[in-house]
């Protein structure tokens, strides 16, 4: 079976594409809005009504698990593993039905199939429904980081926002790390959980309750949502310093002879507020006064193609650790998660403390941002040569052929790998290594019979799982024929968890300049532009950053596939990836991309000392006293008094 043609896979491209698209589209379309006019509503509100779009998206992911079933395939896993003893010789082909029951040799398995069109079309509707329950996800993403940012520093002291945006931070990226054990122990679970078929969970024919972790936390964020219906537009602690930085300039006023009084101040605040309410044309100034800010510019280019390099990686990162180093679907959500969390925890505190308390310079977090960025490229490159050796497949894999021992079984294209007897080789499928056998009544099958493989021993009795009297092997078909057992041999690799520190560690370093990263974007712009900084921000990367990136990283992967999924004439999933092709993909192509992105550090180093990270310029301001300047109305609105904020 050869490597899959541009046209036969376009389909099931274009399926995936689709499905995911509606996140991306529904931030390009209204980030920028929701980041500009939601800034000036009741901010905790619109929050609370994100966190229930993000809830209507689990729920309405999960719609087609109930509407569609389980699924054809699963179904036929089922019936075909939970049976007893199979004896499938030439003269009893009315034992395999419809292509349900394991496939052996003389089995005559035949695949029935519908018509391809009907096929297609069976996809349409859960396709819709995937579409529409990632749009409600990408609303709940415009609205959390553009208004969701600028009321957490809008409702803390300037010098101690590090500090808070890092807890934030921290919380934000438990979420992906939750969801990936949540994700980990839902697919460690057969996807009926009715049902338990005699498959390990390493078998790539095992499919997990996929849809179970939707419910759990579409339940969760409707109860954490409606707790952001209860918050003020302002926290009193914000209030309170609006007052004191009202009072603290009417006396200085009146120290220096005039007598305006606290009246005045507190209307020409009102005032500002007043004449700065959203409007189309306010829009356009503002988007001008973006697009000619170089340091913002810098961090938008450095964002969309470090989004580029680290979406397309994470999104096949699980597939990676598979196929790399045997790992099931479970397990690979499981160690992702562990060491996102393990890392993030302990960059990110380290990197919000050293700014809340140690206060380094704008050019010195920003070259230490770069140095990062650098850090991280050095990082994918040295992953590249960690891994596991190429797993070779005895069957019609990569332009071989199949076995003469099994010339004449009649196997057909179906991937069901099969470890030999001795612990090393792996057969296509059982057919191919001539089995006439399956014991379907123990975990995993058992096949014998089997005329590739040469009977040096009898079979240990701790490969089944029930006791040996009810697992006894049928006798031979002929002298010297050998047996095996469902799914990959063990694999002697143990470069895994090398290959785990040396992530930890990147990540951990990357996580401390994360903290510093979003204060030099957030003090790059206005306090009135940043809502819309942030929701145009997430309109950049959502077009050009993740919408492309798993396009462009999925095609590239793709061209490692030995073997792809066939089902009546549609291709679908890649069954088995060229290791070491693999490997030096999924870390070359973020290397060059990261390396890409040093050049918006370089712009952002450049321009960064201009910049006022921690409110200290504020003190050494002089207020215009002439009446109705508008510097002085600027001035009292956008610049807070941290010393009266001082949490001691």
Request: a neutral charge; one cysteine or more.
């Amino acid at each position: 079976m050869g490597p899959l043609t541009g046209g036969e896979h376009r389909y099931h491209t274009v399926r995936t594409g689709t499905m995911l698209a509606g996140n991306d589209i529904s931030q390009v379309i209204l980030a920028i809005l929701l980041g500009y006019y939601g800034n000036y509503g009741h901010r905790p509100q619109w929050l609370g009504f994100g966190m229930l779009c993000a809830a209507a998206s689990c729920f309405t992911a999960a719609i087609p698990h109930f509407v569609y079933g389980p699924g054809q395939d699963a179904i036929d896993i089922v019936e075909s593993t939970s049976g007893g003893l199979k004896s499938l010789l030439s003269n009893a082909t009315n034992a395999m039905t419809k292509g349900k029951e394991v496939e052996v040799c003389f089995s005559d398995a035949k695949e029935s199939c519908e018509d391809e069109d009907s096929i297609l079309g069976s996809y349409t509707g859960p396709v819709i429904l995937f579409f529409v329950s990632q749009f409600f996800v990408g609303i709940a993403i415009s609205l959390f980081y553009s208004i969701g940012i600028t009321y957490l520093d809008d409702n803390v002291s300037k010098k101690t926002y590090p500090i808070y945006y890092s807890l934030a931070l921290l919380l934000r990226i438990l979420g992906p790390v939750l969801g990936f054990l949540i994700g980990g122990k839902c697919l460690s679970m057969w996807i009926d959980p009715s049902e338990s078929p005699n498959l390990t969970r390493k078998d790539p024919r095992w499919l997990g309750a996929w849809w179970l972790g939707y419910l759990f936390i579409g339940c969760c964020l409707v109860l954490v949502g409606s707790l952001f219906f209860l918050f003020p537009r302002k926290l009193p602690s914000t209030l309170t310093r609006v007052a004191k930085r009202v009072v603290r300039q009417a006396n200085k006023d009146e120290k220096e002879g005039s007598k305006r009084g606290v009246e005045y101040f507190a209307s020409l605040a009102k005032t500002k507020k007043q004449h700065d309410k959203p409007s189309l044309p306010n829009l356009m100034k503002a988007l001008k006064r973006l697009f000619t800010n170089k340091v913002w510019m810098g961090y938008v280019f450095n964002t969309i193609f470090a989004v580029l390099a680290f979406s397309g990686y994470w999104n096949f990162k699980p597939k990676y650790l598979e196929n790399q180093f045997r790992k099931s679907a479970a397990e690979a959500s499981y160690y992702t998660g562990m060491a996102s969390f393990t890392s993030v925890v302990l960059g990110t505190g380290l990197g919000g403390a050293v700014l809340r308390w140690i206060r380094p310079r704008p050019r010195f977090v920003a070259g230490y941002v770069l140095f990062v960025t650098l850090f991280q490229a050095a990082g994918f490159i040295s992953l590249m040569f960690i891994g596991c050796s190429r797993l070779d497949v005895v069957g019609p894999v990569d332009g071989s052929g199949r076995p003469d021992c099994s010339a004449d079984c009649g196997c057909s294209d179906k991937f069901a790998p099969m470890c030999s007897q001795d612990q090393t080789t792996v057969f296509y499928s059982a057919c191919y290594a001539g089995c006439t056998h399956a014991n379907t009544s123990v975990s995993p099958i058992v096949f014998s019979g089997c005329k590739c493989i040469s009977n040096t021993s009898t079979p240990p009795s701790d490969i089944f799982t029930t006791p040996p009297a009810s697992t006894t092997l049928p006798p031979e078909t002929g002298d010297g024929f050998g047996y095996g057992t469902s799914g990959y041999c063990p694999e002697p690799c143990d470069t895994f968890f090398y290959y785990l520190i040396i992530q930890i560690i990147i990540k951990t370093v990357s996580s401390t300049s994360r903290a510093g990263s979003s204060l030099l974007h957030i003090r790059s712009v206005a306090d009135e532009d940043k809502g819309l900084a942030l929701g145009a921000l997430t309109v950049f990367i959502s077009f050009f950053g993740f919408i492309p990136a798993p396009i462009i990283m999925g095609a590239i992967i793709d061209s490692s596939c030995l073997l792809w999924e066939k089902s009546c004439g549609i291709f679908g999933n890649c069954w088995l990836y060229d290791s070491d092709k693999f490997r030096i993909i999924i870390h070359l192509v973020p290397a060059a991309l990261t390396l890409v992105s040093v050049i918006g550090d370089i712009v952002v180093f450049c321009y960064s000392h201009q910049l006022d990270l921690y409110g200290e310029q504020e003190e050494d301001i002089e207020m215009d006293t002439a009446e109705g300047k508008t510097e002085e109305s600027k001035l009292l609105s956008t610049h807070e008094d941290e010393d009266s904020d001082d949490p001691k």
